[in-house]
């Protein structure tokens, strides 16, 4: 595909130090491509050009693409790899100079977790314990060093120091390395020897570097060593989807590139090839509230119409059934299924997706966090059955972990009666029982509510069940229909998982505060960048949903619904008239409604509250994340009433924190806020 004037400028400038912003849609493989064919155009070597990416769906991309435009090359000549790939190469070529044997031994999962096993150590926490190590070195962190970096209240973390210490003794022993081990062995060899070092950079005149926002403290090492030895560096990235802190990525990196890199150039690619105008409107006044990010004022190419719907329903299971139902409406107006996706920001949330879809034989995919029988409830349920009939039994163990929570699960289950034991329904809701409240006391509502809604999912497939080895084979059967998709499928996936992907319809569920942004998050600005993220992978229709509650408690919207608000959405609420059965879809008669009157999610039931309950006072003071609720309800034009929804304080008190806040003058503030209102409303 040609390069438009941004990403040719992005492509053939000849600066040696330079970054390229580039926004959802905008173009990022092209101009890399481009940028690598410029090079070799030019006249360079394409064997001293180096591009390193993430995935190696990215990297045979890239090589087909390069090789279609210059055919001399064949894909597999071009120097471009993973990061992980070209450290792999590196060790793998000279393993003495990062104290390796001459055949390095690659441990993965099976190999990692049997460390473990072996010794009778079994880990039931949310996060995985190969996750937590290897972010861990994925932070150049070993088990020393991480230990003391944790919080004096981080009792998982403290519980995975013992572990890590062991994976690590015994992986030193076998003289072994691990995925996460690969970039920081390499610049741990080329600090240590700088002829090394020069060996491996001095074979490159220029680096290239795709998905730059996503580099962690050890890749940004790598590419320092390339850019002191005067190899030219060239990187595309995206602040805006910085998604990546828990695996040590940090913004940081790409929003400090001048300061890092002085004399640098930086590009803007100012085209979306993806979304529709409305989209694109929708997503910039969402992200425009992050202070942490570079400005990009691109444009919509694609001119087309699109709907952009808000639908509040009454509870998850509602809200799923009517999404279900809109994705069989698309399919039966002839919209292929893997055109359309469902993102949420938990894998828990997309549980009743799948149960919704099912009936009605639509077939789908589960990308990303969705396994909902891998979780540590799930599994703590599982084990705590195979421990009623066999405490000695290593399935029990296994699954139910050696920590605290496993400890103190075990002491209350050994209190249950030997003979009730020997009944398998009794058995289950024993455990039930049990493993509902085998949560921190510190844990959130919210947290104790999801978890006990995930046990009480387990439960209801264990009553239909007479042993716990059934059980294990209708938890393996569905595990297995997840794994193996229909090649036409929907995809319910994670937000996350969905990154770099784009349908031409997303339903985005969940959008409830404390779900997206998510309650355990204290980084609302990387949780809005998740929102924005998922809404920049639809072309044509965008679909926001939320429910009245969620894992049992009452809920309320998410404030960035109220951030990205204009005019164009149409926005019913749970307490409408008909909520529960209006499909996520716009209708007929919505698309015919002036655009003031259809921006509004309240009801006419509501705005008609007594004065008595509209001026009900509260005696709380503000906290942080009412004020930020706040800030966003009146910055999308939310009216006073709006306000006194969203929060469930007074008008007198939203009215005073406002001029507090010094969004509204001292004198005559109702005034002030009308008159904006209006204003706002018009535009």
Not at 201 to 214: K, S, W
Not at 290 to 308: L, P, T
């Amino acid at each position: 595909m040609p390069l438009d004037p941004s990403q040719r400028s992005a492509a053939t400038c000849d600066a040696p130090i330079q970054l390229t912003l580039a926004g959802p849609g905008s173009g990022k493989t092209s101009t890399l491509t481009g940028r690598f064919i410029h090079l070799v155009r030019q006249g360079v070597d394409p064997r001293r050009i180096l591009a390193v990416t993430f995935t190696k769906k990215a990297v045979e991309e890239m090589r087909q693409r390069i090789s279609a435009a210059l055919p001399d090359l064949l894909p597999k000549q071009l120097e471009i790899f993973t990061f992980h790939g070209f450290a792999y190469r590196c060790l793998r070529r000279n393993p003495a100079a990062a104290g390796l044997p001459s055949r390095i031994q690659l441990w993965d999962a099976p190999e990692q977790r049997a460390v473990f096993s072996k010794r009778r150590m079994y880990w039931n926490e949310d996060e995985d314990i190969l996750d937590i190590i290897g972010s861990a070195k994925e932070r150049l962190l070993d088990a020393r060093t991480f230990e003391a970096s944790l919080n004096p209240g981080d009792e998982v973390g403290r519980s995975a120091v013992e572990f890590f210490r062991v994976y690590e003794e015994t992986l030193n022993r076998a003289g072994a390395i691990d995925f996460a081990d690969m970039v920081p062995r390499l610049v741990q060899a080329m600090d240590r020897d700088p002829n090394y070092g020069r060996s491996i950079v001095r074979a490159y005149d220029h680096l290239l570097v795709d998905e730059y926002q996503d580099v962690n403290p050890g890749q940004d090492l790598l590419i320092s060593h390339f850019v002191r030895a005067g190899v030219k560096l060239w990187a595309v990235g995206d602040d805006d989807q910085t998604l990546y802190a828990f695996r040590a990525s940090d913004v940081g990196y790409i929003l400090d590139f001048r300061e890092r890199y002085p004399g640098s150039h930086v590009h803007i690619l100012d085209r979306n090839y993806r979304s529709a105008p409305g989209i694109v409107r929708t997503a910039k006044k969402l992200i425009r509230k992050n202070e942490g990010r570079v400005d990009k004022d691109y444009s919509a190419v694609n001119q087309g119409s699109c709907d952009i719907v808000v639908r509040g329903y009454s509870t998850p299971a509602v809200e799923a059934r009517q999404v279900a139902a809109a994705i069989s409406r698309l399919i039966s107006d002839g919209l292929e299924p893997r055109q359309i996706a469902v993102l949420y920001r938990s894998g828990t949330i997309g549980i009743h997706f799948q149960a919704a879809l099912r009936p009605l034989d639509i077939p789908f995919e589960v990308r990303g966090a969705g396994d909902f029988w891998q979780s540590s409830s799930a599994k703590l349920f599982v084990g705590s059955l195979y421990y009623l009939r066999d405490p000695t039994s290593a399935a029990a163990l296994e699954k139910m972990g050696t920590g605290k929570r496993g400890d103190i699960t075990r002491e209350r289950l050994n209190l249950i009666d030997r003979r009730t034991r020997l009944d398998f329904q009794s058995s289950c809701a024993h455990v039930q029982r049990i493993v509902a409240e085998a949560l921190p006391i510190r844990a959130s509502g919210r947290e104790r509510a999801e978890w006990e809604s995930i046990v009480d999912g387990v439960a209801l497939l264990a009553t239909t069940c007479s042993s716990v080895e059934e059980l294990e084979t209708r938890i393996a059967e569905q595990t297995q229909a997840a794994k193996r998709p229909h090649a036409n499928s929907v995809v319910l996936s994670t937000v996350h998982s969905a990154k770099g992907l784009e349908w031409d319809a997303v339903f985005l569920a969940g959008l409830e505060d404390g779900v997206m942004p998510h309650g355990n998050s204290d980084d609302v600005e990387e949780e809005r960048r998740v929102a924005y993220v998922a809404i920049t992978r639809a072309k044509r229709r965008l679909a926001l949903t939320y429910a009245a509650e969620r894992f049992g408690t009452k809920s309320e919207p998410s404030p960035f619904l109220f951030e990205m608000k204009h005019g164009d959405i149409i926005w019913t609420g749970p307490s409408m008239s008909n909520a529960d059965n209006r499909l996520p879809l716009v209708s007929s008669e919505e698309r015919a409604q002036p655009v003031v009157k259809r921006s509004s999610p309240m009801s006419s039931r509501t705005a008609h509250r007594s004065s008595r309950e509209r001026t009900a006072p509260s005696s709380t003071p503000w906290t942080s994340r009412e004020d930020m609720r706040l800030q966003a309800a009146y910055a999308s034009s939310s009216s006073l009433e709006e306000m006194f929804l969203i929060l469930k304080r007074s008008p007198d008190e939203i009215v005073s924190r406002l001029v507090a806040l010094k969004f509204l003058p001292t004198r005559n503030p109702y005034d002030a806020l009308s008159a904006e209102y209006l204003r706002r409303s018009l535009r």
